[in-house]
């Protein structure tokens, strides 16, 4: 009885948390304007609308172009880090990586408006670039959580031992460390691209007329309420989803063998 | 002389990049904006100076401070709410379910966090709407039409929605580091479940439980997708100040200094929290 | 002629303010195999990194084959380690494993994998060069990293407590393994190790290291049974300590005067524990008197723990049959008698 009860909480919890994602995929196939109970009838009426407006793919365009600088940008700074945090012990170390970390504590509202009135300065508010930028801000520290959690699967001393047979550091960089890290940073590469394809904030704040698709969606639910909204979200929770889910699977395939 | 204090350039090359872009992006960038709360705008262009205009007409004015304690207000409310619900699926999830099962669960925690809240908050509003589904299938027992969209309710359904899944991972994996000996221990002394529960394991997990409740309260005092769309953006929190100011009065300065009190009211906050969380530890 | 493959000349180490190794003079001869022995903590790893060039040294200076190698990183030596951990890369089969080093020196494909194959040959390990090194046993990763670090055909190889993972009847057959290899390669080895079974069972000479610096270098039979300093008597075997001042033969020792064939003067002995005879009755010539504590089975006899009236412990080590006719138990009184002749008169 008492495990019934824990069980039934659990998933009343769960309910909650997981009711808005699994109603806007439901209400992406349903016809009604403003869904109700009884649900009308299934159709892909939206997707249709939604994916037929130039400024969508427009959106689908810059997004793709921000994930991937993104994700590439940050997961080789968040690398670096992760091996310098590895190899290195020096002054200042704590302060190094509270840099590293602190990014994601901020609220997003605020960084979007420093960083709008910085990149106004330097002359890069409004393009894809300065979202580019903030989006590699927001997104390092999860590449350089993921690496590090890697480099602290890996003996020391297999460094040392490439070294020992003839390696440089850079030949050993290139034939031990980065085949050891590989799955991670393969897994860095998706969760950064994923953090970047679903933030709004900061993009809003900079993005000017270059929208990426969440900011599109903020731009079409301050006018009317409309279902493409859903359609749209879910091919936007569909890709971060699968992104993910790469991720995982590469962190966790590679555990089972060690 | 000494190998290792020689300059590496090898090392530089790793170590350079977070100090160059982290520092010209995100250092640089909010130290900008802390001058930039004691500039002027006229004709719409901010001109460089150092004067104690916005600082004055923002903290001098009510409707700042009623901003202000409504924010602070609901970002309490929602780290007492959120760790109230959470604890009791948190502790099912730490002593009830095996290690794979407690993982799965944990993971399935982490998908929201990549699914756009914006959406989320958009399917909130059809759901709560007053012809929505909740209130079809309420009128089915006769009950209502309510109205939970535009209002205290509508903004801590957002709130709750964008926090509670850390919050139960932060509970769940503070509770399952428990040694299950200690807990055994105290009943094997007498101690009844509640005892065991308020003497043994809450104080045993209380790390994991401040922490979580701090940031629920971080996250809700600086979200603004809850408050606006489904708070109704009335009373204003300070993340909707900041927008307000920003995107349609230009007072990009007059925004600096809401946000440089936010700042200071988070380190303050997560300071005090994480010294309780620590205290009595070594 | 004869000049050292290995020279260490007044080497210190220090990390911060910790010294690791302090005036360090150490040759080291062509293929001789030298162990390196202390506690932990005691600077052979230390010397040994140096070796490799993975620690520079603080001051002093380091020669291999005449060159000074101070500042020479290690990927230009050619000094292979076999490590503690092993260190074999997790990511590569075992045959790109024991090609790694030919690989790094630009040896083209072919004839790498030519010599890679032969070493795993060499090594017992034909049929498994595909394998990830998580398939091998650990005998079998061992030998690996043995192949790995010799491929190169190096002058000098150089083994980090290479054994210390290993169970106890695989520590004895790799032991035979590394001599055997030893001899016939005719390179030198240098085996850094806290285990005096691994030292004294393969070593042509044996380092003793404690604090940083050498105690005594030797033979293992003459460091065995002539330990220069308190500290070697100590850490090696199982030695009685006793300590005076000599006066015509005699010793003033905290356990009564005993014969010490020693000039005049302070002095302390070392009687090892095999040299012990253990009696009931006071037996004639240099005995002393303890009480019995507990007995100790070693692969060699059995090892009899005593305490004197003053505290200090004594060990003496006996046959079963000796021991079924002492039938000690504890408290009792004994007396621990042994040949003055034979005792030890340490110098350092």
């Given amino acids: ?258 | 002389m000494n190998a290792s204090r020689k300059f590496d350039p090898y090392a530089y090359v790793w170590r350079l990049p977070l100090l160059l872009w982290q520092g010209a992006f995100f250092v640089i960038p909010l130290i900008f904006m802390a001058a930039m709360s004691f500039w002027l705008v006229k004709n719409y262009r901010m001109e460089p100076t150092f004067v104690f205009d916005n600082w004055e007409r923002m903290l001098g004015r009510g409707a700042f401070w009623d901003a202000y304690w409504i924010t602070l207000w609901r970002a309490v409310l929602a780290g007492v709410i959120a760790s109230a619900i959470a604890f009791p699926a948190s502790l099912f999830l730490a002593f009830r379910l095996t290690n794979s099962g407690r993982r799965f669960a944990l993971l399935c925690l982490i998908v929201p966090f990549f699914t756009s809240f914006l959406v989320r908050a958009y399917a909130w509003q059809v759901i709560l709407a007053e012809s929505g589904p909740v209130n079809a299938a309420l009128g089915g027992l006769g009950l209502g039409p309510f109205t939970m969209l535009n209002s205290g309710f509508g903004a801590m359904v957002g709130y709750l929605t964008l926090v509670l899944p850390l919050v139960v991972i932060f509970q769940t994996w503070s509770l399952a580091a428990i040694d299950k000996s200690l807990i055994e221990a105290a009943g094997n002394l007498g101690a009844s479940a509640w005892a065991t529960l308020v003497r043994v394991i809450i104080p045993a997990a209380k790390t994991g439980l401040v922490l979580g409740a701090l940031f629920a309260f971080i996250m809700t005092f600086g979200d603004f997708v809850s408050p606006f769309y489904l708070g109704g953006s009335k009373p204003p929190t300070l993340t909707i100040l900041i927008i307000d100011t920003t995107k349609s009065g230009q007072q990009w300065p007059r925004a600096a200094v809401v946000a440089i009190v936010m700042i200071l009211t988070l380190f303050a906050v997560a300071t005090a929290a994480v010294k309780a969380a620590y205290r009595g530890r070594g | 002629m004869n000049e050292p493959l290995v020279q260490f000349r007044a080497v210190h180490k220090r990390f911060g303010t910790y010294v690791a190794v302090k005036s360090l003079d150490l040759d080291i001869q062509r293929g001789e195999f030298l162990a390196l022995m202390g506690p932990s903590g005691c600077g052979k790893t230390t010397t040994l990194r140096m070796l490799a060039g993975l620690e520079a040294p603080t001051s002093g200076s380091i020669t291999i084959g005449g060159k000074v190698m101070n500042e020479v990183p290690p990927h230009r030596r050619d000094t292979p380690l076999v490590w503690q951990s092993l260190a074999l890369f997790p990511f590569l089969s075992v045959v790109e494993n024991v090609e790694f080093g030919l690989r790094m020196r630009g040896v083209d494909a072919r004839e790498r994998r030519e010599r890679a194959m032969m070493w795993l040959g060499r090594m017992d390990l034909k049929g498994f060069e595909s394998r990830r090194i998580d398939q091998l046993s650990g005998g079998q990763r061992q030998r690996v990293a043995l192949a790995r670090s010799l491929v190169t055909e190096p002058e000098m190889l150089l083994l980090d407590e290479p054994l210390s993972a290993l169970d106890a009847h695989l520590v004895i057959r790799m032991q035979g393994v590394l001599t055997r290899l030893q001899k016939e390669l005719g390179i030198t080895f240098v085996y850094v190790t806290h285990s005096q079974s691994e030292a004294f069972a393969m070593a042509d000479r044996v380092v003793i290291m404690g604090h940083g610096a050498i105690e005594q270098i030797g033979r293992p039979r003459e460091i065995f049974r002539g330990p220069k300093t308190r500290f070697v008597a100590e850490f090696v075997g199982r030695n009685n300590i006793l300590g005076g001042t000599v006066k015509a033969g005699l010793m003033d020792s905290a356990q009564g005067p005993v014969s010490v064939p020693a000039p005049d003067g302070p002095a302390e002995i070392v009687v090892a524990a095999d040299r012990v005879t253990v009696s009931r009755n006071r037996p004639a010539g240099t005995a002393i008197q303890a009480s019995f504590l507990s007995e100790e089975f070693a692969g060699t006899g059995i090892i009899c723990y005593f305490e004197t009236a003053e505290g200090a412990e004594w060990k003496a080590q006996v046959s079963e049959s000796q021991l079924a006719e002492l039938q000690p138990e504890s408290g009792q009184s004994f007396w621990l008698s042994w040949d003055p002749a034979r005792a030890h008169v340490m110098t350092g």
């Fill in chain 1, 1 to 258: 009885m008492k495990t019934f009860i824990g069980w039934a909480y659990l998933a009343a919890l769960f309910a909650f948390i997981f009711a808005p994602i699994a109603a806007s995929v439901v209400f992406s196939f349903n016809s009604d304007r403003f869904p109700t109970l009884p649900l009308g009838h299934f159709t892909t009426d939206w997707y249709a609308r939604a994916f037929s407006r130039p400024e969508v793919w427009q959106a689908i365009g810059n997004s793709l172009i921000v994930a991937a600088a993104t994700s590439a940008i940050a997961s080789f700074i968040g690398f670096a880090t992760a091996y310098t945090d590895f190899r290195y012990g020096f002054r200042f170390k704590p302060a190094y990586l509270a840099l590293a970390l602190l990014p994601p504590t901020l609220p997003l509202v605020i960084l979007g408006l420093a960083m709008l009135a910085w990149l106004s300065q330097v002359g890069l508010s409004g393009t894809l670039t300065g979202i580019i930028i903030a989006h590699v801000v927001l997104a390092t520290p999860f590449a350089m959580a993921i690496c590090r959690l890697r480099l602290s699967q890996m003996d020391p001393s297999l460094e040392s031992a490439a070294w020992n047979l003839g390696a440089g550091p850079w030949t050993a960089m290139r034939h031990v460390i980065l085949p050891f890290c590989a799955p991670a940073i393969v897994s860095a590469l998706c969760l950064t691209a994923a953090v970047s394809f679903d933030e709004f904030i900061v993009a809003w704040f900079v993005s000017g007329l270059n929208r990426t698709v969440p900011v599109l969606i903020l731009e079409i639910l301050q006018g009317n309420v409309d279902p493409q909204i859903n359609a749209i979200g879910t091919v936007v929770f569909l890709t971060s989803m699968s992104l993910v889910i790469a991720a995982q699977f590469l962190i966790f395939r590679k555990r089972r063998h060690e």
